[in-house]
């Protein structure tokens, strides 16, 4: 029996069985159609690249490098995390135990929106850095310890979302803590894979981060 | 003497943004070919290279060496290259600019201006083939023919089964011959 098209192009790429080289030696038929094949796959090896200039590679390192947070300003990224929950926490036990008009944080409002802000961000970020590894390596148990740490600070947020009305906010979070939980119960990972996928959800993180980066910079 | 990708790599993790300069330096061309062969377009392509880089620092810890610093960061660009393919699908962007002719580089080998004409021709319209393919069919297609991923490891990149990304890359090479094949056979009698 001859091979089919597939077969020969899993030939071309070196994924085929052995028997259909065998087959072309003796088959001139499908030899022709390799040939022909061929004569395609290799005119693809020409596909057009649009070259950068010459100046690309410093001019992306210059649009790179004011993005790039040494790990001593990580840091105090981390001390303002903890600020923003135990923010976050005063909030909500606000909310929960005296009458909104009440609340006397002495923070600001601005000043409290700009910490939460600060920590929205990172969490946002740790959340991506968890969800992009564990989407390269399911299997490692590391990134199911990490999801299952991210989960109670996630809560927070999507509860004081939910209080502020942010309906779109909330709803990320949302989508987030239920595969962060997803991964730290061990759930089957292409299923967790095929949510992510099908909700977008690293891309809506990445577009949150980068509006809350963006807000951040303009004060 | 040149410091090495994982010395440049080493010492950004100790706290020096600089170092990274290297690595940046080193790798974005290659990233962003990668990047403009997934996309078809240069602008995606810088945005790519960009976040390709920034998630390469913010991850910088997870790079222990043992494979090339090139392999990694081509890994995290495929990524990245599918995450905006795929929101560009979501965006219901039908289309994106077409190949940009300006960068192209024509080889200057061809033995006659005939076969030189034909060749550019044959490009061109590869090129246009490309634009016209499926972003999966077009993902699937770059990884195994330009970047010699195998089909299991393309499935895994694209989040799709094995056989899913193979059939991908076969209506894609479908699609590309019934392009190619009649200015291909029209060049065969030019010599």
Redesign the interface.
């Known amino acids: 029996m001859h091979p089919s ?2 077969d020969l ?1 899993m030939l071309y ?1 070196r ?1 085929a069985p052995e028997d259909i080289r065998t087959h072309l030696e003796s088959c001139a038929e499908c030899r022709t159609a390799y040939r ?2 061929v ?3 290799d ?10 200039h010459a100046a ?3 001019r ?2 210059h ?3 004011p ?6 300003e990580r840091n105090r990224w981390w001390v303002l995390a903890g600020a923003a929950a135990m923010l976050v926490l005063a909030f909500l036990a606000g909310r929960f135990s005296r009458p909104s008009h009440e609340v006397p944080l002495a923070v600001s409002a601005e000043g409290r929106r700009r910490v939460l802000e600060m920590a929205l961000t990172d969490h946002l ?1 740790r959340s991506q ?1 968890v969800l ?2 564990f ?2 390596s399911p299997d490692a148990p590391e990134e199911r310890q990490r999801a299952r740490n991210l989960i109670d600070e996630n809560r927070l947020y999507r509860q004081t979302a939910t209080d502020h009305g942010d309906r779109a906010l909330t709803q990320v979070l949302d989508d987030l803590e239920r595969v962060l939980l997803e991964v730290s119960h061990g759930t089957d990972p292409a299923e967790i ?2 949510r992510m ?1 099908s909700e ?1 959800l ?2 809506k993180l ?1 577009v949150l981060e980068s509006h809350l980066n963006r807000s951040e910079d303009r004060l | 003497m040149e410091i090495s990708d994982l010395a440049a790599a080493e010492l950004t993790r100790r706290g020096d943004p600089d170092a990274f300069r290297v690595l940046v330096e080193r790798h974005s061309r290659a990233v962003y070919r990668l990047a403009w062969r997934m996309t078809g377009n240069s602008h995606e392509a810088e945005d790519i290279v960009q976040e390709t880089f920034l998630r390469a620092y913010k991850q910088l810890k997870r790079f222990d060496g043992r494979a090339a610093f090139g392999t990694w960061i081509h890994r995290i660009a495929v990524n990245c290259s599918l995450d905006l393919i795929r929101s560009r699908k979501r965006r219901q962007e039908t289309s994106v600019d077409g190949p940009e002719n300006g960068g192209l580089s024509l080889p200057a080998s061809d033995p006659s201006p005939e076969r030189s004409v034909q060749s550019a021709q044959v490009r061109e319209l590869l090129a246009r083939a490309m634009q016209e393919l499926s972003a999966m069919e077009r993902c699937a297609f770059t990884l195994r023919h330009h970047d010699g991923l195998g089909i299991e490891e393309i499935g895994r990149a694209l989040g799709v089964q094995p056989n899913a990304a193979k059939h991908s890359i076969f209506r894609a090479l479908r699609k590309l011959r019934r392009s190619l094949e009649p200015a291909l056979d029209s060049a065969k009698g030019v010599v």
């Open positions: 098209e597939e192009v790429y994924e022909n094949l004569r395609v796959l005119a693809c090896d020409d596909l057009p690249v649009a070259e950068p690309f590679e410093s992306m390192w649009q790179i490098r993005r790039l947070h040494p790990p001593r970020e850095m992009t590894e989407a390269n894979k095929s996928d977008s690293l891309f990445r």
